[in-house]
Every structure is written in structure tokens, then in C-alpha cells.
């Protein structure tokens, strides 16, 4: 029995997900989740105002382990848990049998398996990572910590999106400008952030310490 039997082909397609997923992070791409954060949290507290009428809900997503952890981690754990109980499921009925299940019927079975059983997993996970009590960090906190200019270029009056990490190590993606009104500063540079106007954030070049040989 391999993954690339016909019947093991869902849960081959569930780690080619997994996989894809890795590698975008790797290379970066994976920054296009980070802006999912703000929807997710916005979709986080229409949910919560149903689960105070519904202790049904409440348990459901106890079960699953929804909100224990961001939910890229969570996805990426659900296809990882519903391969291994896939395939190794499979291997079970096909000892036991002498033939494996139909892959629709196992795909099935494995997910109905698995999302209990990720809950499980996702929860110490959780535990380890910052409580959102503890990682909710002002705009204020940002001034003075490297940010990398993503797209455009930042000019007077004209903003570019860049990205800063704060205390916590979480991303959060704010518009600057240069600090010096007759400087430019470049897709892909880092500068330091030294204050803000509302939303608006502004920067001056420098070598980031942590990036000298």
C-alpha cells in the first residue's frame, strides 16, 4: 500500500496542500495570510455574539479547536492529522479485509475522525502561543522597530505598504511615508519607524543592526 494508490489519492491531495502551504511560507509568499488576521478577527466576534445565545456553538468549536490557534496553523494541522488517519486507516481495513475502502468513504471517515481529533492536537499548541491579551499591541508600540517596504515606493504625500513585526513577533502591515520630506524610500528597504499621524506611519532609512554581516 503507497499514498499513490487511487484509493489514498484525498489524503495525497491533503499533504500536496500541506506542502504547497510550507513552501509558500518559506519563500514568503506566505505573507498574503497575514492580512487574513484582520478578518479573521472581525468573523471571530460576529461568531462570538451567536455563541453567547448558543452553548452548542460554543462546544462545537471547543471540539474542533477553533480560535486555540491562528487559522493557517490550524488548516495546516487538520490536513496533516486527516492524512495520517487516512492512510493509516486504509492500512488497517486493508490488513483486516484484504481490500481498502473506496476513496470517497474513507475521505469521509478520515475527516470525521480527524476534526475531533486535531482539537486535540491544536490545544497544547495553543497553550504555548501568545494569548491575545497578552500579544493586542497599540500603534504606538510599533514606533521604533524596523519595518520592510512591500509595494510601491513611500514619497510625500504618497505612502507605500510595509511591514513590521512587533514585540511579540506577530506581522502587522502599515502605511509609511519618509520622515524627511525630500527622500524616497524603496520597495524592499528597511527602515526605522519614528512616529506616526493616525494611521500613518513615518520612516528613515538605516541598515538594521540584524542585518549587517
Not at 51 to 67: I, K, N, R
Request: glycine share 10%; net charge negative; hydrophobic share 50%.
Amino acid at each position: 500500500m503507497t499514498l499513490l494508490e487511487p484509493y489514498n489519492l484525498p489524503f495525497a491531495i491533503s499533504l500536496a496542500a500541506l506542502f504547497v502551504i510550507a513552501f509558500l511560507q518559506v519563500i514568503s509568499a506566505g505573507d498574503l495570510f497575514d492580512g487574513a488576521g484582520d478578518v479573521e478577527i472581525e468573523i471571530d466576534a460576529d461568531v462570538a455574539d451567536g455563541l453567547e445565545a448558543s452553548g452548542f456553538m460554543d462546544g462545537v468549536a471547543t471540539l474542533l479547536g477553533l480560535g486555540k490557534v491562528p487559522f493557517l496553523i490550524w488548516l495546516s494541522s487538520l490536513l496533516l492529522v486527516f492524512s495520517v488517519v487516512g492512510v493509516v486507516g486504509q492500512w488497517i481495513v486493508d490488513s483486516a479485509t484484504g481490500s481498502p475502502l473506496g476513496a470517497g468513504l474513507a475521505a469521509l471517515l478520515a475527516g470525521v475522525a480527524a476534526l475531533p481529533l486535531n482539537g486535540l492536537f491544536v490545544r497544547p499548541i495553543g497553550a504555548l502561543l501568545p494569548k491575545d491579551e497578552t500579544s493586542a499591541v497599540g500603534l504606538e508600540s510599533l514606533i521604533r522597530r524596523d519595518a520592510v517596504i512591500q509595494t510601491g515606493t513611500a514619497r510625500q504625500a504618497s505612502p507605500a505598504r510595509a511591514k513590521v513585526k512587533d514585540a511579540y513577533g506577530q506581522p502587522h502591515f502599515v502605511m509609511v511615508e519618509p520622515h524627511d520630506p525630500t527622500t524616497q524610500l524603496g520597495e524592499g528597504e528597511t527602515v526605522l519607524l519614528v512616529r506616526r499621524e493616525g494611521e500613518l506611519f513615518f520612516g528613515v532609512a538605516y541598515q538594521s543592526p540584524n542585518l549587517r554581516p
